[in-house]
T-cell receptor, first 113, second 117 residues
């Protein structure tokens, strides 16, 4: 059974700082890995999707990497802003849970001015 | 981008009531999902569907049921709500794509926050 773990559970940084969120998964037979953003009381917004054949994806100030062999993914946020404050979730698809996502518990990010 | 809608946004009901949470998407996606999320906890898949007349139970056991009579509609029903059903319910849909490898991107609705008293 796939297990996804995210560290840290919470992170507070000053505006402008670069930061890295970590995600690890136990089953390396994944089809893709996604990073989502969740704002309080709202649904999830897909940020980046990395297919199993890819090493990284970039969108604006966000860069996500994937290392299947070590079972790890990172989300890098450059020049953080207060508007980046949210919960960030990673989720894997495939392996024994083909076609369905297994989520981590998320990292609560606070960017203070 | 997909448009996926959930109603109601918030629901407070008494124990024993039958409720239906609505989920509709307008992009013609084949696959739809229901996830349950307790405060501060991870999302757990409770139901999914690969298309019309297809429904499967997810990883987390749930007393709810679902139906998929139309591609765009995937309602979730609780026959007799209990306080243990208090949670946030998130609906999602995705489309198949194959670019040399399977590719599935999820689009989520805003969720229904259910409180059972």
């Amino acid at each position: 059974k796939q297990e996804v773990t995210q560290i840290p559970a919470a992170l507070s940084v000053p505006e402008g700082e670069n930061l890295v969120l970590n995600c690890s998964f136990t089953d390396s037979a994944i089809y893709n890995l996604q990073w989502f953003r969740q704002d309080p009381g709202k649904g999830l917004t897909s940020l980046l999707l990395i297919q199993s054949s890819q090493r990284e994806q970039t969108s604006g100030r966000l860069n996500a990497s994937l290392d299947k062999s070590s079972g790890r993914s990172t989300l890098y946020i450059a020049a953080s802003q207060p508007g980046d404050s949210a919960t960030y979730l990673c989720a894997s698809s495939g392996g024994t849970s083909y076609g369905k996502l297994t989520f981590g518990q998320g990292t609560i990010l606070t960017v203070h001015p | 981008e997909a448009d996926i809608y959930q109603t109601p946004r918030y629901l407070v009901i008494g124990t024993g009531k039958k409720i239906t949470l609505e989920c509709s998407q307008t992009m013609g996606h084949d696959k739809m999902y229901w996830y349950q999320q307790d405060p501060g906890m991870e999302l757990h898949l409770i139901h999914y569907s690969y298309g019309v007349n297809s429904t499967e139970k997810g990883d987390l056991s749930s007393e709810s049921t679902v139906s998929r009579i139309r591609t765009e509609h995937f309602p979730l029903t609780l026959e007799s709500a209990r306080p243990s059903h208090t949670s946030q319910y998130l609906c999602a849909s995705s489309a198949w794509a194959d670019r040399g490898g399977f590719y599935e991107k999820l689009f989520f609705g805003s969720g229904t926050q259910l409180s059972v008293l």
